[in-house]
């Protein structure tokens, strides 16, 4: 039989509020009856562990070439990858709240509508979006979420409001708390009263929270520098609390664990600080969350959880080549805020003792986007995927279970923020618009940098061959044009159906209208 190939094969057409899929037909029989068998074995729907962290690149890890190669070895994040799926074509959306948002709700930002992030106390987030922690907990899940935040500080967007029974942690983004409490970056503001008092009164809370399932978020402590230092392990110790209570007890769970590090700007706890052996900040964050993440993972097999849980590990988007050196680690071109691979292109592992086949690597497509009906069909609560409005993601779970599973997804499509930015099928990206690489062009809200250049032409790469893309293949490769105008046309021609939303665009406020 040949070999599948994702550009030569057809989709099955799942339904009009659906994004077309590849239907293994093998696979898929495989992955149902290895659940089947798992649910006959231990009784009880699975456990689910996203363990996300903040503006890791690609190349961090060990596993991905990084590790102690380049100044931060990452045991725990090297050893997930060996005993599960190491996915090299993991994607993000460009910038922190596009992603989060689309991870939790399945959709791509022109649908969800968060384009860029919510600043300093701006309305607006995830009210109206469904989220797969809110489907989960209808299902009967505990839901959990910890950390970093930042789709939403109004009240309906708020985690304790979407979904989650319990939230402990903070609702903007780590810089916001502190930069301006800085001397080394923003010393007009810290020796100045006035610009002290200026910060102090803008709309935004500067404390951590705590809040539960109806009720209201209580502030626990202000986030100053030295605080700040401690919250990767001070929200350690929350997950692992909750990861005990559950033990035992016949209720699976959710657990959104997202971390403060490695956002600039990195105050590592003083255990890690100066060990990593390119003694920097951001090398020695690497480090502690790589401990972190193995503490969860050393409490649940304490527990007797491990084999219940699968658990996601990545990236929120790219470094933020910016903030250089306090940034991360990518081969591939430009960074954060960008359509350009280094900006989407993040790690992914997957790990499920006994479920996932260990020491798997899959050039694969995978959205975050598709975290959605992927944990529904894991849980037996595939019917639960919403038909009211369109879902871009799509059911992996032969991908991840099926031995030597393939991708489902034959696209993944490219926004910046409500620009279409191009779409990538198997080894070949066609770019229609993205950002210059010079991040002193200008600066935009929430990591998006540079000047917006929309090609008269379409380009294409291929990205086995040119992994930087600098080298348009267009002319010739035409032979491939028209599955990729294919791919454009049918993504596009949803938004007829399913119209656009905007919540946090990209443009500024009209002064005319304040």
């Avoid at 399945?106 to 009210?127: F, I």
């Avoid at 929350?238 to 600039?264: Q, V």
């Avoid at 990195?266 to 193995?294: C, M, Q, V």
């Avoid at 939303?501 to 209208?513: F, H, I, N, Q, Y």
């Amino acid at each position: 039989m040949a070999a599948f190939d994702p550009i030569g094969s057809r989709t099955v057409a799942l339904g009009e509020h659906r994004e077309p899929a590849f239907v293994h037909a093998e696979q898929a029989a495989a992955a149902r009856e290895k659940l089947a068998a798992r649910l006959a074995r231990r009784k009880r729907r699975p456990n689910i562990l996203i363990f996300l962290m903040d503006d890791v690149g690609w190349g961090d890890f060990g596993c991905y070439g990084g590790g102690i190669a380049v100044g931060a070895p990452t045991p725990t994040f090297d050893r997930i990858a060996r005993n599960g799926l190491q996915l090299t074509s993991c994607y993000s959306e460009p910038s922190c709240s596009p992603s989060r948002a689309t991870l939790l709700t399945g959709r791509v930002p022109n649908r969800h509508g968060l384009h860029r992030p919510p600043m300093y106390g701006e309305p607006g987030g995830l009210q109206g979006e469904i989220t797969v922690a809110q489907l989960l907990a209808d299902a009967g899940y505990a839901t959990q979420a910890v950390g970093k935040w930042h789709v939403g500080e109004n009240v309906a967007s708020q985690p304790h409001n979407v979904g989650f029974d319990d939230f402990y942690g903070f609702l903007s983004v780590s810089d916001m708390y502190t930069e301006w409490r800085d001397p080394h970056f923003f010393p007009e503001i810290v020796y100045s009263e006035a610009r002290t008092d200026w910060v102090k009164n803008m709309p935004f809370n500067r404390c951590f929270v705590h809040a539960k399932k109806g009720g209201e978020a209580e502030s626990v402590e202000e986030v100053t520098i030295p605080v700040l230092s401690l919250l990767d392990e001070k929200w350690c110790q929350y997950s692992i609390g909750f990861i005990e209570r559950m033990a035992g007890g016949d209720r699976p769970w959710l657990l959104y664990h997202c971390s403060r590090g490695a956002h600039f700007d990195n105050y590592p706890h003083e255990r890690f600080l100066g060990k990593s052996p390119a003694r920097h900040p951001y090398k020695d964050t690497l480090l502690e969350l790589d401990e972190i993440a193995g503490r969860l993972i050393e409490t649940l097999r304490r527990t007797g959880q491990l084999e219940d849980t699968l658990i996601f590990v990545s990236s929120d988007n790219g470094p933020h080549m910016e903030t250089w050196p306090d940034s991360a680690f990518t081969p591939f071109r430009c960074a954060k805020g960008s359509t350009w691979e280094g900006g989407v292109r993040v790690p992914g592992l997957m790990l499920w003792p006994g479920m996932i086949e260990a020491g798997r690597q899959s050039d694969g497509l995978f959205d975050f986007n598709d975290l959605l009906p992927t944990l529904l069909e894991l849980a037996g609560e595939s019917a639960r995927v919403p038909d009211d409005r369109y879902i871009d993601g799509i059911d992996q779970s032969s991908f991840l279970l099926a031995p030597e599973g393939l991708s489902n997804r034959k696209y993944h499509y490219y926004w910046l923020g409500p620009t279409f930015s191009g779409l990538r099928c198997g080894e070949y990206k066609m770019v229609l618009s993205a950002t210059s690489d010079d991040d002193g062009d200008a600066a935009g809200p929430g990591g998006f940098t540079g000047v917006l250049q929309r090609f008269a032409y379409a380009r294409l790469y291929n990205l086995y061959l040119d992994p930087k893309e600098t080298h348009n293949y267009m002319t010739r490769k035409l032979a491939y044009v028209e599955a990729f105008q294919t791919g454009m046309r049918a993504h596009l021609g949803s938004f007829k159906r399913y119209p656009p939303k905007t919540v946090m665009g990209l443009k500024a406020p009209d002064p005319r209208r304040s």
